[in-house]
């Protein structure tokens, strides 16, 4: 029995786009198989298939070479497969250890919970794959790479024979994703298959065994790692180079638009968020803030744009004090912000087109009159500008937002925030979950912007981005900011030590 | 003369206990619900349909412990209604809800007139005995105030019973678990390989059952008969001691007594005639809404309430 | 402008006002199968209690339409239902769920009773006004201290609107007993209204008044503020996504309480409406349940303002109609209120009603 996995002609399609179309993927047992591709090239459908997760429209699975149909999770986990998601299935207020027997509770009298049982089964798992975790914390309270190793545990204690890890460094610094692969190969040491979903050719190249390539929903080829190199692979990915060096021109940077000191706040657990934070950024400069999801990224932004009350320090824009202003005084003022979750932070899914571009400054004029009224013909002909100028795909301004694509989603916002020619731009996380083309547009109007004076604080977790756009480079980690430098005086590996709380 | 000891003595705490047990009994159906992450604002509406369901049965077949088997049996098939509305078809929570609420209304009014020929109340029946401990007034001294404190009708005790049976349930057993994991979480639930509908539909009707247990506790133990509306929005307070007891069966029961304490005390003051009726009416409700106001800030509802769409 | 040219506009504007009418019943399916299930069921309820159906309906149909007399009698029925549905609809925008449009109806009526009553000398252009502005800021009053414990405490409204809705009602009840009671009369009534703050009577001799003008007119009104201006957008914006909004510089705050403020003002209207146009004086219980008919109707009228006038007038008719149908047929009125519940229950869950055309294509 040499194959773990396999899928013979899969067909898949939602409503607009065929998600997977004819694939064929085999997995052999004891090997770590890379699924690669763009953002919605289908890999993690693909493999919600496996899990059970959605049902395939054409197609057959084989496991262990025996035909199966896979109608839930709960049929995929007795066949030994196990997944760990992108964005973590855990329940936060739960424990590591309850987190872990979800579902295939260990039982006392058949009725009740048998907790030492469970703590003694989750020491044993623990310790055989080097997954090191204290099984009665809170699982809210862990850091994100703890977290993963909570979830691969879960797939282990559920007898995963088959482990499938979705984009699983996309939250880990590069010390940590180590640690991650030190266990991959402890699992297939152990006999055990890995699946490794990622869009990151340097790693699927590292840790792969063989490697898939999806494009657009379809195999564009499998390859072995001895036979292949990064270049090959991303041409396959894209047919044409992924990383398109980005024009920056040095440029010298202004006097402080934005100075923030002594920053101190809380997040929603009331837990410190945010530690004695200090920070300038200047015109015509982008500060890339670098640092894994988690350490305070998002309670900055909130704190700048004003959503979030700061327990102490100050906040100063252009030499006046802004600490207590509201988010509609900041906007006024000239801040704008780019915020990570376009659907939940940027962008109203049930307004239209119009009414999103005008959200913000619809109750000043051009948009608004003295009574209150709404000056639509105006906001119509703002709107028509805007969407020529940055080319946003959309049938009409009344089309509601959730019927535009991811990229044409955050373009909306970009052409929103851009387009009030601001002296501030915070950006978070701006092109995640976009394909090539969004990404390097939204690259370039940030450099535009700095170009025109703008004062751009960029807040990323991809060191590649990081470097491509900042001018200086400072990090965070646990809400503090543990150095700043000038981009050309450091590197990914000195970045990760930082984002980790190394000293350098 | 009126002195403290015509309000305040044994015989109030004993009301109190009485007055709490239908809002706990609705409170704790609240918590299963909103554990599994389904508002229920129907709980009215089911405890009102369990309350004539109960009256009902009583009066056809003289039989109140049968009547009482029928209410807890129509509560889960409201609540049943409310999981197919609000789970298997994606419904509005609230909606559904209220239009359970408006439902009982309407349809305990027709069948009050249709059967009994008066829309205000059904005739008396057959109502549950009460568990006495007559015995224990030889004891000099505490003897009285002993009897009052521990006679009660039946369903009061099995009140506390299952309180403690839904602390268990919920922090102790595996179901308690998947219970919390499906409102808090159910994507991970879902992935765990937990059938999320179902855990959710089998608190939906456990709901409904508590609600109605709790509704023919005021139609068969209090009154022997239904009157309209008589449950006067107690399964609004009933969620209003949830909230205040942290979703949690204990704590709920607490909150539940407090209330419970606050009908006794303004009925008892309504009796000895110190304020205009109406005003002594209103008490409970002006508490709830001071209670939601004054110790809401501090809870945090456990769940996240919207219906779980897959593929 | 020629004649073929006026031929050819007025053309396009028929097209355009019939493409727009036959999208709006399109969009309106839903509710309609919704209303018919809801009255299958009720047949189904009466013909299981030993009344004919058709006798039942035939009765309602025609005590709510019959002649010039029963219309007059169901618009006016109709009148307090739209100012409760806009009550409802109003907050709902807002994401906000207010369920004691009863209490806040009962308020506004009570306080326009007061200031009719009082002030007696007053010119009929300031007097009425001003009794009409009591009630709404009653009811407003009513909307605002629900929408501060929520906005200050996070209190749910959906237990304090239902609250205070009893507190309005005992309240009232009390102050009608008491205080205010008519010298020497067994019913609770307060006196009657000085004459210059009645509204008038526009279809005698039914009780339709000018409270109707009112509510048509809050209607448009309803529907201008939320669609052009500056609060309306706020409203609709922290209804959907109340972060985004933040973000975008609302005050989501201040929002919410406005909304319940609004949503109170327009139930108090409605209340003080009833008052001085139908009633004169305020009695206790004199509403039979038109802050719930506002819940139902909201829903049924797709929450839109328009539709909200066509779903008042039906419920409207189920009341007059109903009336008459227990005064002829002695079926229980409550029938009416069991056929508006199920109504609510039906549109509760829309794919219910796709599920329900699926399963009936098939049959044929």
Redesign the interface.
């Given at each position: 029995m040499n194959t773990a996995v396999k899928m013979v002609n899969i067909t898949k399609t939602f409503p607009g786009i065929i998600a997977n179309d004819n694939v064929n993927f085999e997995v052999k047992k004891g090997e770590v198989h890379g699924l690669l591709g763009e953002n919605g090239a289908g890999k993690t459908v693909l493999m919600s298939i496996l899990?059970g997760?959605?049902?395939p429209d054409k197609g057959q699975i084989f496991v262990n070479e025996k035909e199966v149909k896979i109608d839930?999770?709960?049929v995929a986990?007795k066949l030994g497969i196990g997944?760990v998601?992108q964005h973590?299935?855990?329940?936060?207020?739960?424990t590591v250890a309850?987190?872990i027997v979800?579902?295939?509770?260990p039982?006392k009298y058949e009725?009740?919970?048998d907790i030492k049982k469970t703590l003694k089964d989750i020491e044993t798992l623990s310790a055989r794959y080097r997954l090191d975790v204290d099984p009665k914390a809170s699982v809210c309270d862990l850091p994100v790479g703890v977290q993963q190793r909570v979830e691969i545990l879960?797939a282990l204690f559920?007898g995963a024979e088959i482990l499938i890890l979705d984009e699983p460094t996309s939250v880990l610094t590069p010390q940590e994703v180590e640690g991650l692969f030190d266990a991959i190969r402890a699992l297939t040491g152990q006999g055990k298959s890995v699946i490794f979903i990622s869009h990151k050719l340097k790693e699927v190249c590292a840790i792969c065994d063989r490697i898939t390539v999806l494009k657009k929903g379809k195999v564009v080829g499998t390859v072995e790692k001895k036979e292949t190199t990064p270049d090959a692979l991303a041409e396959m990915m894209v047919g044409r180079e992924v990383i398109v060096a980005l024009k920056k021109e040095h440029v010298e940077p202004g006097k402080p638009v934005l100075k923030v000191q002594g920053l101190n706040a809380l997040n929603d657990r009331k837990l410190p968020a945010l530690r004695d934070v200090d920070f300038e950024v200047h015109e015509y400069e982008i500060l890339g803030l670098a640092g894994v999801e988690g350490n305070g990224q998002t309670e900055l932004v909130e704190v700048l744009?004003g959503?979030r009350e700061l327990r102490s320090g100050n906040i100063l824009f252009d030499g006046k004090p802004v600490t207590h202003a509201?988010?509609?005084e900041?906007?006024?003022m000239g801040i704008s912000?780019v915020?990570e979750d376009r659907q939940?932070?940027?962008?109203?899914?049930?307004?239209s087109v119009l009414?999103n571009l005008?959200?913000?400054r619809?109750?000043r004029p051009p948009f608004?009159t003295k009574w209150?009224?709404?000056n639509?013909s105006k906001a119509t002909g703002f709107a028509d500008r805007v969407i020529q100028e940055y080319s946003i795909k959309t049938p009409g301004t009344g089309t509601l937002a959730r019927h535009l694509s991811g990229g044409t989603q955050q373009k909306v916002v970009v052409a929103r925030e851009f387009s009030r020619k601001p002296r501030f731009i915070i950006a978070s996380q701006p092109t995640r979950g976009l394909d090539v083309g969004a990404t390097e547009y939204v690259r370039e109007k940030l450099v535009e912007m700095r170009d025109q004076g703008c004062a751009v604080l960029l807040i990323s977790a991809d060191l590649d981005e990081i470097f491509a756009l900042s001018d200086r480079i400072a990090v965070i980690y646990e809400g503090r900011i543990v150095a700043v430098k000038e981009a050309g005086q450091t590197n990914e590996l000195e970045l990760g030590l930082l984002m980790t709380g190394g000293k350098r | 003369m009126v002195s403290v000891i015509d309000i305040i003595n044994v015989g109030l705490f004993a009301a109190a206990i009485r007055m709490a047990t239908p809002v706990a009994y609705a409170s704790l159906g609240g918590i299963f619900s909103e554990r599994a992450g389904v508002v229920n604002v129907g709980l009215e509406g089911m405890m009102l349909m369990g309350a004539f369901s109960g009256v009902l049965t009583s009066y056809y077949t003289g039989n109140p412990w049968l009547g009482v088997g029928v209410a807890i049996l129509v509560g889960g098939a409201l609540g049943l209604l409310h999981a197919v509305l609000t789970v298997k078809f994606a419904g509005n929570q609230i909606v559904s809800g209220t239009g359970i609420n408006l439902f009982a209304v309407g349809f305990t009014a027709y069948m009050s007139q249709t059967i009994w020929g008066s829309r205000g109340a059904s005739q008396s029946v057959q109502g549950l005995g009460e568990i006495s401990f007559s015995p224990l007034k030889g004891i000099p001294l505490i003897g009285d105030a002993l009897n009052t404190m521990l006679s009660y009708k039946p369903l009061v005790y099995v009140m506390f019973v299952v309180v403690i049976l839904s602390y268990?349930v919920l922090f102790?057993?595996?179901l308690g678990?998947?219970i919390?994991?499906v409102g808090?979480?159910p994507?991970?639930?879902?992935?765990?390989?937990?059938?999320v509908y179902r855990t959710k539909y089998i608190c939906l009707i456990l709901s409904g059952m508590l609600a109605g247990l709790g509704g023919v506790f005021l139609s068969l133990s209090n009154l022997s008969l239904f009157v309209l509306g008589m449950t006067g929005g107690r399964g609004f307070i009933a969620l209003a001691a949830m909230i205040l007891g942290g979703w949690k069966p204990i704590g709920a029961l607490g909150a539940s007594l407090l209330f419970g304490f606050t009908d006794a005390l303004q009925m008892r003051l309504q009796s000895l005639g110190l304020l205009p009726p109406q005003i002594m009416l209103a008490i409970p409700y002006i508490l709830t809404v001071i209670v939601l106001a004054g110790f809401v800030r501090k809870r945090v509802p456990?769940s996240d309430y919207k219906p779980y769409l897959?593929? | 402008m020629s004649l073929r040219k006026f031929g050819s506009a007025v053309r396009r504007l028929l097209r355009g006002t019939g493409s727009i009418l036959w999208a709006g019943l399109r969009g309106a399916v839903p509710q309609i199968i919704a209303i018919l299930a809801a009255f299958l069921v009720g047949a189904i309820v009466l013909a299981a209690t030993g009344h004919s159906p058709i006798d039942a309906y035939s009765t309602v149909l025609a005590g709510a339409f019959g002649d010039s007399y029963h219309i007059g009698q169901t618009l006016t029925q109709a009148t307090p239902i739209i100012f409760t549905s806009l009550a409802f609809l109003f907050a709902f925008k807002c994401g906000l769920f207010n369920i004691g449009a009863e209490g806040q109806l009962l308020i506004g009526g009570f306080a326009a009773a007061v200031v009719g009553i009082s002030f007696a000398g007053l010119p009929v252009y300031i007097h009425l006004p001003l009794a009409l502005a009591a009630g709404a800021g009653g009811g407003a009053l009513w909307g605002f201290i629900p929408g501060v414990l929520k906005a200050k405490f996070g209190a749910h409204e959906v237990i304090t609107t239902m609250m205070l809705s009893y507190v309005a009602l005992y309240v009232t009840s009390y102050m009608v007993n008491y205080p205010f009671l008519e010298p020497g009369s067994w019913v609770p009534q307060t006196v009657f209204v000085a004459p210059s703050a009645e509204l008038p009577r526009i279809l005698p001799p039914t009780q339709l008044s000018g409270s109707i003008v009112v509510a048509l007119v809050m209607v448009s009104l309803t529907a201008y503020v939320l669609e052009?201006?500056?609060?309306g957008?706020?409203v609709?914006?922290i209804g959907?996504?109340p972060?985004?909004?933040?973000?975008?510089?609302?005050?989501v705050k201040r929002g919410m309480i406005l909304a319940l403020v609004i949503s109170g003002a327009l139930a108090g209207l409605g209340g003080a409406g009833e008052i001085l146009g139908v009633h004169r004086r305020f009695i206790d219980g004199f509403s039979p349940g038109y802050g719930w008919d506002g819940l139902a109707v909201a829903l049924i009228g797709g929450l839109n303002p328009f539709g909200v006038v066509l779903a008042s007038i039906l419920f409207g008719a189920l009341r007059s109609g109903g009336m008459e149908m227990n005064r002829a047929l002695g079926v229980p009125l409550d029938v009416v209120f069991l056929v508006q519940a199920l109504v609510v229950l039906f549109v509760a869950a829309p794919r219910l009603i796709r599920y329900l055309l699926k399963r009936g294509g098939y049959r044929w």
């Open positions: 899990y997760l959605y049902k839930n999770s709960a986990i997944m998601h973590f299935m855990l329940v936060p207020s739960l309850e987190n979800l579902g295939r509770e039982k009725l009740l919970l879960k559920r744009t959503v509201s988010p509609h900041r906007i006024g912000c915020p939940k932070n940027g962008l109203i899914m049930d307004f009414e005008m959200l913000g619809h109750d608004a209150f009224r709404l639509l | 268990i102790k057993t595996p678990l998947r919390r994991a808090e979480h994507a991970a639930a879902d992935t765990a390989g937990i059938n456990p897959k593929d | 052009r201006t500056t609060l957008y706020e609709r914006a959907l996504n972060s985004a909004a933040q973000s975008g510089g609302i005050n």
